[in-house]
């Protein structure tokens, strides 16, 4: 047995190796594919015995780009003063509801940039109305970070889960993406409350960002695998071209792909998207990502005349099959590849991991 082999058989069993043990990993298989098809296999019939053939969806709706931050990879940054800014009134948010529940979407993921237009008290309305109309759904929040009394108001009212990316596991790295009033502790803190509140909760980092080292790759794993999400959710950096970091070079889609395959195997019951980032960086990038692990997709719900801005990085998909009208033109790609889209919650099960 290869040594590359012999890591994914111990990885698959023990659900953790230590730090230099993924570096090794991650190197090694950018040099060899046949270990890498090998993790792929794993990986795939790990989420098989898991999920079976079933991919979760989840309707997207991105109801604000203002951001009172200024992190320099993101193309809603505050200082990006060409940025078209748009938020979503509480009728809209309902109406894109409406819309993605007679879809047969069941769980309505809001996004946003750091809005504090929208006060806590206006959040927990939206969430509250939500839940009233469609109380057989799952709403999930990305909002970013806020003090834990209002993610527990907003839990209260109605919410299931929350994704808040750590972005990076290494505080001096972290420093390097983000502007000084950003601290990694704090962001870990609001993981911390997330989960301790009740959340379903999800987190993830970036794959090949600025500064980025395999090393720092093993800690993202190894915080992940004390952590223990309910939601993972990674993707190749890429650029955008109103921020600081508009000349570097985007991420790897085969290490993204690697990295899902090794998270599935950490993470057996854990909730992975296909996210439009790999849809972006590759015409089948989604596709790519259910068979490397994943198991769920995010279909935009958003109104067609903002889609196009909400930017995080350029030439973002955003009409098309990554779009909630054209479900069943999803439904027959995955069905292409031996899925199938089910109308379902897709709730985290703990079970036998």
């Known amino acids: 047995m290869g040594k590359l082999i012999d890591l994914i ?3 698959k069993e023990n659900r953790y190796l230590e730090p230099e043990e993924f570096v090794t990993l991650l190197n090694g298989l950018e040099e060899n594919p046949e270990d890498a098809s090998f993790l792929q296999h794993e990986a795939r019939e790990t989420a098989l015995h898991h999920f079976g053939k079933d991919i979760y969806i989840r309707g997207l709706i991105e109801f604000t780009n203002f951001c009172r931050n200024d992190c320099f990879y993101c193309g809603i940054r505050k200082s990006n003063l060409n940025a078209v800014r748009y938020h979503l009134s509480k009728s809209t948010i309902l109406e894109c509801c409406r819309i993605g529940y007679d879809l047969g979407f069941r769980t309505f993921v809001l996004q946003g940039g750091e809005d504090m237009s929208y006060t806590d008290h206006a959040m927990t309305d939206i969430i509250a109305s939500i839940r009233r109309a469609y109380p057989d759904c799952a709403i999930t929040l990305s909002v970013g970070e ?9 839990f209260d009212a109605g919410a299931n889960r929350y994704l808040l990316r750590h972005e990076t596991a290494d505080p001096e790295h972290y420093r390097k993406l983000h502007p000084m009033r950003l601290r990694s502790e704090h962001r870990m803190q609001c993981l911390r409350d997330l989960k301790s509140i009740g959340y379903q909760t999800g987190t993830g980092f970036m794959v090949g960002s600025p500064f980025q080292t395999t090393e720092h790759l093993a800690k993202d794993l190894q915080f992940i695998h004390k952590f223990e999400p309910e939601m993972i959710g990674i993707g ?4 955008h071209s109103e ?14 792909l690697h990295l899902i395959s090794i998270l599935r195997l950490m993470r057996p019951n854990a909730l992975i998207p296909s996210t439009t980032a790999l849809g972006t960086i590759h015409p089948e990038g989604r596709e790519l990502g259910i068979l490397a692990g994943a198991n769920v997709v995010m279909p935009n719900l958003s ?3 903002v889609r ?3 930017l995080l990085y350029d030439n973002k998909i955003c009409t098309g099959e990554e779009a909630a009208e054209s479900i069943d033109k999803l439904k027959e790609r995955i069905c292409r590849i031996g899925y ?3 109308t379902d919650r897709g709730d ?6």
């Open 236 to 239: 190749p950096f890429l650029p």
């Open 308 to 310: 196009k801005n909400y």
């Open 340 to 342: 199938r889209i089910v």
């Open 9 to 11: 058989s111990r990885l």
């Open 303 to 305: 109104p067609l005349d």
């Open 348 to 353: 985290y099960k703990k079970g036998d991991v």
């Open 243 to 256: 921020t600081p970091f508009k000349n570097c070079a985007p991420g790897s889609m085969q290490r993204t």
């Open 146 to 154: 806020r003090e834990k009394a209002t993610y527990q108001e907003w």
